[in-house]
Protein backbone atom coordinates (compact mmCIF):
# COMPACT_ATOMS: atom_id res chain seq x y z
CA UNK A 1 0.00 0.00 0.00
CA UNK A 2 1.45 3.23 -0.94
CA UNK A 3 0.87 6.58 0.64
CA UNK A 4 0.05 8.99 -2.32
CA UNK A 5 0.71 12.08 -0.55
CA UNK A 6 4.04 10.79 1.12
CA UNK A 7 4.66 8.57 -1.51
CA UNK A 8 5.39 5.96 1.79
CA UNK A 9 4.95 1.96 1.00
CA UNK A 10 3.49 -0.10 3.51
CA UNK A 11 4.24 -3.58 2.87
CA UNK A 12 2.21 -6.51 4.58
CA UNK A 13 4.40 -9.16 3.44
CA UNK A 14 8.09 -9.98 3.75
CA UNK A 15 8.60 -10.90 0.39
CA UNK A 16 7.51 -7.56 -1.03
CA UNK A 17 10.27 -7.56 -3.15
CA UNK A 18 9.83 -10.84 -4.41
CA UNK A 19 8.57 -10.83 -8.28
CA UNK A 20 5.72 -12.18 -10.73
CA UNK A 21 4.42 -12.32 -13.75
CA UNK A 22 1.97 -9.48 -14.13
CA UNK A 23 0.08 -11.50 -16.84
CA UNK A 24 -2.51 -8.61 -18.15
CA UNK A 25 -1.46 -5.93 -15.03
CA UNK A 26 1.39 -4.77 -17.36
CA UNK A 27 -1.00 -3.30 -20.36
CA UNK A 28 -1.68 -0.33 -18.31
CA UNK A 29 1.74 1.03 -18.92
CA UNK A 30 1.73 -0.69 -22.01
CA UNK A 31 -1.10 2.01 -23.20
CA UNK A 32 1.06 4.51 -20.89
CA UNK A 33 4.15 4.20 -22.63
CA UNK A 34 2.70 4.31 -26.02
CA UNK A 35 0.34 7.36 -25.66
CA UNK A 36 2.96 9.33 -24.11
CA UNK A 37 5.65 8.29 -26.41
CA UNK A 38 3.04 9.30 -28.91
CA UNK A 39 2.86 12.75 -27.49
CA UNK A 40 6.34 13.40 -27.06
CA UNK A 41 6.43 12.87 -31.03
CA UNK A 42 3.54 15.16 -31.44
CA UNK A 43 1.82 12.30 -33.13
CA UNK A 44 -1.76 11.94 -32.25
CA UNK A 45 -2.82 7.96 -32.15
CA UNK A 46 -5.89 7.48 -34.69
CA UNK A 47 -9.07 5.63 -34.18
CA UNK A 48 -7.74 2.39 -34.71
CA UNK A 49 -5.12 2.51 -32.42
CA UNK A 50 -7.53 3.97 -29.83
CA UNK A 51 -10.00 1.28 -30.49
CA UNK A 52 -7.31 -0.95 -29.74
CA UNK A 53 -5.88 0.70 -26.45
CA UNK A 54 -9.57 1.04 -25.05
CA UNK A 55 -10.44 -3.21 -25.46
CA UNK A 56 -6.76 -4.02 -23.99
CA UNK A 57 -7.57 -1.82 -20.65
CA UNK A 58 -11.40 -2.38 -20.53
CA UNK A 59 -11.68 -6.18 -21.43
CA UNK A 60 -8.21 -6.70 -21.77
CA UNK A 61 -7.28 -7.88 -24.78
CA UNK A 62 -4.31 -10.02 -25.56
CA UNK A 63 -4.24 -9.20 -29.19
CA UNK A 64 -3.90 -5.24 -28.68
CA UNK A 65 -1.24 -5.96 -25.87
CA UNK A 66 1.11 -7.94 -28.26
CA UNK A 67 0.17 -5.29 -30.96
CA UNK A 68 1.66 -2.49 -28.31
CA UNK A 69 4.12 -4.14 -27.13
CA UNK A 70 5.80 -4.55 -30.64
CA UNK A 71 5.05 -0.68 -31.29
CA UNK A 72 7.14 0.01 -27.77
CA UNK A 73 9.92 -2.30 -28.20
CA UNK A 74 8.61 -4.61 -25.37
CA UNK A 75 12.28 -4.92 -23.31
CA UNK A 76 13.18 -0.68 -24.13
CA UNK A 77 9.19 0.24 -22.85
CA UNK A 78 10.01 -1.79 -19.85
CA UNK A 79 13.63 -0.30 -19.13
CA UNK A 80 12.04 2.78 -19.48
CA UNK A 81 9.15 1.56 -16.79
CA UNK A 82 12.20 1.15 -14.79
CA UNK A 83 14.02 4.02 -15.17
CA UNK A 84 10.40 6.56 -15.07
CA UNK A 85 8.71 4.57 -12.51
CA UNK A 86 11.83 4.33 -9.83
CA UNK A 87 11.21 0.39 -9.72
CA UNK A 88 13.80 -1.79 -8.06
CA UNK A 89 12.79 -5.20 -8.80
CA UNK A 90 10.90 -5.52 -11.76
CA UNK A 91 12.68 -6.71 -15.25
CA UNK A 92 11.43 -7.66 -19.01
CA UNK A 93 10.48 -11.72 -19.55
CA UNK A 94 10.17 -13.23 -22.89
CA UNK A 95 6.68 -11.46 -23.60
CA UNK A 96 4.90 -8.74 -21.81
CA UNK A 97 2.70 -11.17 -20.24
CA UNK A 98 5.72 -13.01 -18.39
CA UNK A 99 7.50 -8.94 -17.33
CA UNK A 100 8.05 -9.37 -13.31
CA UNK A 101 6.97 -6.93 -11.22
CA UNK A 102 7.20 -7.23 -7.25
CA UNK A 103 4.52 -6.00 -5.13
CA UNK A 104 6.17 -2.71 -3.80
CA UNK A 105 6.71 -2.15 -7.28
CA UNK A 106 3.65 -2.48 -8.67
CA UNK A 107 2.46 0.78 -6.16
CA UNK A 108 5.44 2.42 -7.67
CA UNK A 109 3.94 1.90 -11.20
CA UNK A 110 0.10 2.77 -10.12
CA UNK A 111 1.52 6.32 -9.06
CA UNK A 112 3.89 6.83 -11.59
CA UNK A 113 0.32 6.02 -13.65
CA UNK A 114 -1.84 8.30 -11.50
CA UNK A 115 0.48 11.45 -11.71
CA UNK A 116 0.83 11.70 -14.75
CA UNK A 117 4.98 10.68 -15.41
CA UNK A 118 3.63 7.38 -17.24
CA UNK A 119 1.46 8.38 -20.04
CA UNK A 120 2.14 12.64 -19.62
CA UNK A 121 -0.39 14.99 -19.21
CA UNK A 122 -1.86 14.86 -22.59
CA UNK A 123 -2.78 11.41 -21.76
CA UNK A 124 -3.29 10.75 -18.07
CA UNK A 125 -7.26 11.64 -17.69
CA UNK A 126 -7.98 9.15 -20.31
CA UNK A 127 -5.98 6.59 -19.57
CA UNK A 128 -7.15 6.76 -15.92
CA UNK A 129 -10.99 7.08 -17.10
CA UNK A 130 -10.54 3.59 -19.24
CA UNK A 131 -9.00 1.91 -16.37
CA UNK A 132 -11.65 3.21 -14.22
CA UNK A 133 -14.18 1.48 -16.30
CA UNK A 134 -12.52 -2.06 -16.67
CA UNK A 135 -15.31 -4.68 -17.23
CA UNK A 136 -15.95 -8.11 -17.57
CA UNK A 137 -13.90 -10.88 -16.43
CA UNK A 138 -10.90 -8.04 -15.26
CA UNK A 139 -13.02 -6.25 -12.94
CA UNK A 140 -12.57 -7.98 -9.74
CA UNK A 141 -10.49 -7.66 -6.43
CA UNK A 142 -9.75 -4.51 -5.17
CA UNK A 143 -12.71 -2.89 -6.34
CA UNK A 144 -15.57 -5.18 -5.06
CA UNK A 145 -13.84 -4.31 -1.68
CA UNK A 146 -14.72 -0.12 -2.15
CA UNK A 147 -17.77 1.66 -1.41
CA UNK A 148 -19.34 3.03 -4.52
CA UNK A 149 -18.31 6.46 -3.70
CA UNK A 150 -14.40 5.13 -3.90
CA UNK A 151 -14.95 2.79 -6.43
CA UNK A 152 -16.02 5.33 -8.82
CA UNK A 153 -13.24 7.59 -8.16
CA UNK A 154 -10.61 4.13 -8.66
CA UNK A 155 -8.53 3.13 -11.27
CA UNK A 156 -7.48 -0.53 -11.59
CA UNK A 157 -6.04 -3.40 -13.91
CA UNK A 158 -5.79 -6.71 -12.97
CA UNK A 159 -3.72 -9.59 -14.10
CA UNK A 160 -4.70 -13.36 -14.13
CA UNK A 161 -3.15 -16.46 -15.92
CA UNK A 162 -1.92 -20.46 -14.76
CA UNK A 163 1.20 -20.61 -16.13
CA UNK A 164 3.20 -24.11 -17.26
CA UNK A 165 4.05 -24.44 -13.41
CA UNK A 166 0.60 -25.64 -13.11
CA UNK A 167 -0.21 -22.35 -10.89
CA UNK A 168 -2.12 -19.35 -10.56
CA UNK A 169 -0.48 -15.95 -10.58
CA UNK A 170 -3.21 -13.54 -9.81
CA UNK A 171 -2.30 -9.63 -8.94
CA UNK A 172 -4.66 -6.54 -8.86
CA UNK A 173 -3.45 -2.87 -8.92
CA UNK A 174 -5.68 -0.43 -7.57
CA UNK A 175 -5.04 4.04 -7.53
CA UNK A 176 -7.14 5.51 -5.78
CA UNK A 177 -7.64 9.63 -4.69
CA UNK A 178 -4.99 9.36 -2.64
CA UNK A 179 -3.37 5.82 -2.14
CA UNK A 180 -2.26 2.97 -4.45
CA UNK A 181 -2.97 -1.08 -3.85
CA UNK A 182 -1.03 -3.60 -5.05
CA UNK A 183 -1.84 -7.36 -4.43
CA UNK A 184 0.24 -10.30 -5.79
CA UNK A 185 -0.53 -14.20 -5.88
CA UNK A 186 0.68 -17.45 -6.65
CA UNK A 187 -1.01 -20.45 -5.52
CA UNK A 188 -1.63 -24.29 -6.86
CA UNK A 189 -4.80 -24.07 -9.66
CA UNK A 190 -6.21 -26.79 -7.99
CA UNK A 191 -7.37 -23.47 -5.65
CA UNK A 192 -9.34 -21.88 -8.89
CA UNK A 193 -8.91 -18.68 -9.63
CA UNK A 194 -11.55 -17.16 -6.61
CA UNK A 195 -8.80 -17.82 -4.04
CA UNK A 196 -6.68 -15.11 -5.15
CA UNK A 197 -9.65 -12.79 -6.81
CA UNK A 198 -10.54 -13.35 -2.69
CA UNK A 199 -6.92 -12.44 -1.16
CA UNK A 200 -7.61 -9.07 -3.19
CA UNK A 201 -10.75 -8.32 -2.06
CA UNK A 202 -9.91 -9.39 1.34
CA UNK A 203 -6.56 -6.92 1.68
CA UNK A 204 -8.77 -4.36 0.90
CA UNK A 205 -11.23 -5.20 3.02
CA UNK A 206 -9.19 -4.97 6.06
CA UNK A 207 -7.25 -1.95 5.04
CA UNK A 208 -10.36 0.03 4.38
CA UNK A 209 -11.54 -1.42 8.34
CA UNK A 210 -8.28 0.18 9.48
Same mark, same amino acid.
Given at each position: ????? =? /?? $???????? #?? !???? %????? +??????????????????????????????????????????????? =? /?? $???????? #?? !???? %????? +??????????????????????????????????????????????????????????????????????????????????????????????????????????????????
Amino acid at each position: LMDRT =T /GA $ITASSPNA #GA !TNVT %ASMIK +AWLAADFLRRSAERKVTPGSSDMHELTIMIRDSDNDAASYFARLNGY =T /GS $ISRLRSMC #GL !TDSR %AGVDW +AHTLVSARDTVRMGLCIGDGRAAGPKWTGWLLNEMRNVRGAGRFGIISALPADIASQTAIKNGWVVKNDDKWHINCMAIGPDWVLGVMTVYPSVKGMGQGINICKSVAQQLMAK
